[in-house]
């Protein structure tokens, strides 16, 4: 993602909602970072981040923590983790309208957050969504991006690919086009 790598270099990848890890530990091997926090509800999940962590040579650079919830601040202290230093990844499939409270966006007030938004999936629809963006701290920048077209350019595999062969590989599957919530902090901080 574009918002991670503009980002670069920082400290720590914080990812809420790691799954496999594939979002944790690709900026983490790319460089792009010294560390990540990895938080995943799932023992399968905490399991895959870590056997894809050894496969890559990273293990000892990756952090691997349970739910992400509101003792969140207080696990990022605990590790040392310099928000205003760091890049907080949030795809926790819709926790994120309970997870990031007003407390908890203020604790994380330095930090850059991604916020994958799942609102549109919801019975609430928009509405968690400006209640969400109504709690980040004042000073903090917002902005709402919405996924682009992928492209196969310069990919010479898929330029030989029939169009639908094609699309499929570059599909997410996705029924909805997503959409991401950018958090800055504020300028100077």
């Not at 790691?18 to 530990?25: C, E, K």
């Not at 023992?43 to 969140?72: P, S, W």
């Not at 203020?106 to 991604?114: G, H, M, Q, V, W």
């Amino acid at each position: 993602m574009h918002e991670i790598t503009a980002s670069a270099p920082f400290t720590d990848l914080i990812n809420l909602g790691a799954a496999d890890g594939y979002m944790s530990l690709g900026p983490l091997f790319a460089g792009l970072c010294e560390r990540s926090i990895c938080f995943e509800m799932t023992e399968a999940g905490r399991n895959a981040v870590q056997a894809n962590a050894e496969m890559n040579g990273v293990a000892d650079k990756v952090v691997i923590r349970g739910i992400a919830d509101e003792t969140l601040g207080a696990q990022l202290d605990e590790i040392g983790a310099d928000l205003s230093r760091s890049v907080i990844l949030c795809d926790i499939e819709g926790a994120e309208f309970d997870v990031l409270t007003k407390e908890l966006l203020a604790a994380l007030k330095n930090a850059r957050i991604i916020v994958e938004l799942h609102d549109r999936n919801m019975p609430a629809g928009l509405a968690l969504r400006e209640a969400l963006i109504a709690r980040i701290p004042d000073g903090n920048r917002a902005r709402v991006l919405k996924a682009e077209s992928n492209t196969f350019n310069g990919i010479e595999e898929l330029e030989r690919m029939h169009d639908l062969d094609r699309s499929l590989v570059l599909s997410d599957g996705r029924k909805i086009i997503g959409e991401w919530l950018v958090i800055e902090p504020a300028e100077g901080t």
